[in-house]
């Protein structure tokens, strides 16, 4: 009995060793089949993701911005450049301290304590790369490098550079730290300018120091595109410096100029006031980054009325010698009153030009027609975009004149909206005998392969008037530039100076209606005989005088002076004489002007049978249509003046009186049944 329990024993525990050899054996194959399934996951799912964070441990990646393009004015000077700086970065996982290191960088670099914050958060935030600061100056870089401190690294990086400081500032723009365009045409032409980016790596050991800095790519292959522009760099530092005086002299807030060739559309020099420096970017103020030429619309005021005058005469709607009564300074349309600066009596759309007459203007408008005078407007470029590829270019606002006042105020400028450049666009298709060019300011755009991405040549864009009515037109705005017109300051000795004053009144958007501000402008050409250049000068609220004449005129003439000498233009082969123009025009066959006096003086008309010297019969216009009895007076340097219309049913004096040259004959007129 005691010999089969111990046969038993030895039985049963070799039962459990068996089984628990059993388990184990289970068991160290199901670790072994779960660490296989683990590396195959890892080794298959998880490639990507581990090869970055080993590759996290020994590389550091940053990219640099290409090389942008350079900008050009039309002689090849450079308006904007890039030049290689160095940059300073750390890697905070290898700061020992990174709230100490981010104030001795700080300090070092003379930060303030904005600037200090600022830092210490970005070095916190980041893991293995943070910029410390970016295209410093070298000075800065010895100093860092002198800390010996660890993670470290420092680089090459392009920085915008504007060798010709505030000259067309507003034009070119600005560039933000990261080379991105912010204003201008570095922000229109961003993605020309900008090259090809690329990836800088440096490799480091366990302890973080560098053993291989991988090499960028080749400057040429990643520089961005160059830009030419129709830009003069004289006549910009020219325009700008004149405009600054007139600004300056005046008090105004602002100021802008357009210098522009009539005959192609090319821009030659596009200045606004005031400017700023965008190689300092701290001390730019907002609103001097506005290119107020190309960008800001307002009401021309009196500069529009060549136009309006130049449509009249295209359609037949006025001839050269017809005259109008400005109505001695004061019109009344319906509950409004229409001004002149001076009363004027009766006045040809010659007098009307030299002597800026709103009234006049404003009945030329009313023959002229609601429906001509949008579409002329429109004609001459007004209401639609130049496309100067600016962005945010103005556009201005043409709206139909339904009332009559707005048919009045509209045909000298006020009502509506223009940019600067459609303004001296207008004028371009006057002194371009009637054609309209499209301005343009870009010349041509070309990549570092040499391959043209864009370029513009002078368009057409349409025929707004003949040859003969702008030839008109021109000869009449001579006459603004002599002693009896509106801006004699704007005469030259050895040119002949054709151009049109303005002086306009600015909305009111609170009061719904019109300020005691005022904006002066100047819109000329020269040579008259063969213009060269178109100049418009514009000063917003000026202070101490309001009229284009006393506050733009002297610039433009400063300006195309130096136009003249630098394009090599001879002088005028003829210098116009100043005309004065005298408030009753005389007829078609009228003798020359005589010499200007201190007052206007009146047409000669030869010595009448039984009249002694500076004495005149009244002709005998009985029965006739007014505007006919109105060339007869004036043919005999009398002034008419008309009550009522239709044809004359009687005169005072009566026909046949004595009287003095220049005596007003009162004439009534009646519609016959």
């Not at 020994?58 to 002689?75: L, N, S, T």
């Not at 400017?275 to 619309?297: C, G, I, K, V, Y």
């Not at 349309?333 to 040809?348: K, V």
């Not at 048919?407 to 371009?432: D, I, K, P």
Request: proline share 7%.
């Amino acid at each position: 009995m005691r010999d089969l329990k111990a046969a038993r024993v030895p039985e049963t525990n070799t039962k459990w060793l068996r089984l628990r050899v059993m388990v184990m054996g289970g068991l160290f194959l199901g670790l072994l089949s779960l660490v296989f399934g683990r590396a195959v996951y890892l080794q298959v799912h998880e490639q990507d993701k581990l090869r970055e964070l080993a590759q996290d441990q020994y590389v550091r990646q940053i990219e640099i911005p290409a090389r942008r393009g350079d900008i050009f004015d039309r002689r090849g000077t450079p308006l904007a450049q890039s030049v290689e700086v160095d940059s300073i970065w750390v890697d905070p996982s290898m700061l020992p301290d990174v709230k100490k290191a981010a104030k001795t960088l700080a300090k070092t670099l003379k930060m303030s304590a904005e600037e200090s914050e600022e830092l210490q958060n970005r070095l916190q935030r980041a893991k293995r790369f943070a910029w410390v600061k970016r295209q410093t100056k070298p000075q800065d870089v010895e100093a860092v490098q002198a800390l010996g401190m660890p993670g470290l690294g420092f680089t090459k990086e392009p920085k915008r550079f504007y060798p010709q400081r505030e000259l067309a500032a507003q034009v070119v723009g600005v560039v933000g730290t990261d080379g991105s365009g912010l204003e201008g045409l570095e922000l229109a032409f961003d993605d020309e300018l900008s090259g090809q980016n690329s990836r800088l790596s440096g490799f480091r050991d366990a302890k973080g120091r560098k053993l291989l800095v991988q090499g960028t790519l080749d400057p040429i292959e990643r520089e961005g595109a160059a830009v030419t522009l129709t830009l003069d760099r004289h006549l910009q530092y020219v325009a700008e410096k004149a405009l600054y005086h007139a600004v300056e002299e005046s008090k105004a807030v602002a100021g802008m100029v357009v210098v522009l060739d009539p005959k192609t559309g090319e821009l030659l020099a596009l200045a606004s006031s005031p400017s700023f420096n965008p190689n300092s970017p701290e001390s730019m103020q907002h609103e001097a980054l506005r290119n107020r030429a190309a960008l800001d619309t307002f009401e021309p005021g009196s500069t529009m009325k060549a136009m309006v005058v130049a449509a009249a005469l295209e359609e037949k709607a006025i001839k050269p010698d017809d005259v109008f009564f400005c109505e001695n300074g004061a019109w009344t349309i319906g509950r409004y009153t229409i001004n002149d600066t001076h009363p004027h009596g009766w006045l040809a759309p010659k007098g009307i030009l030299q002597v800026s007459s709103n009234i006049c203007a404003a009945k030329v408008g009313q023959a002229l027609g609601r429906e001509k005078l949008v579409a002329y407007y429109h004609a001459f470029g007004f209401a639609e975009r130049t496309g100067l590829a600016l962005p945010g270019e103005g556009k201005g606002v043409v709206p139909f004149p339904k009332a009559e006042v707005s048919l009045a105020t509209q045909s000298f400028g006020q009502g509506m909206t223009a940019t600067a450049v459609q303004v001296a666009a207008a004028y371009g298709a006057l002194a371009n005998d009637g054609v309209l060019m499209r301005p343009y300011l870009i010349s041509k755009v070309v990549d570092p392969d040499g391959v043209v991405l864009l370029e513009n040549r002078p368009t057409e864009v349409r025929r707004v008037v003949s040859s003969k009515v702008a030839r008109q037109v021109v000869g009449m705005l001579e006459s603004v530039v002599t002693k009896e017109g509106t801006a004699p300051k704007a005469a030259m000795e050895d040119y002949r100076v054709a151009g049109k004053t303005g002086t306009a009144q600015k909305a009111d958007p609170v009061a719904r209606g019109y300020s005691d501000k005022r904006i002066a402008s100047f819109a000329g050409m020269v040579p008259a005989d063969n213009p060269r250049v178109v100049i418009l000068v514009v000063v917003d609220e000026p202070k101490t005088d309001v009229y284009g004449g006393l506050v733009a005129a002297p610039a433009f003439k400063e300006i195309a002076t130096a136009a003249m000498a630098h394009m090599a233009v001879p002088p005028s082969r003829t210098v116009a004489p100043e005309v004065a123009v005298a408030p009753v025009a005389p007829p078609a066959a009228a003798k020359p002007p005589q010499p200007p006096k201190p007052t206007p003086e009146r047409p000669v008309v030869a010595e009448q049978e039984g009249a002694g010297e500076g004495t005149v019969r009244v002709p005998d216009v009985q029965g006739q249509v007014g505007r006919e009895a109105v060339v007869k007076l004036l043919a005999a340097a009398l002034e008419p003046q008309l009550l009522g219309s239709g044809r004359v049913v009687s005169q005072t004096p009566a026909a046949g009186a004595l009287v003095e040259k220049g005596a007003r004959v009162t004439l009534e007129l009646a519609s016959r049944p």
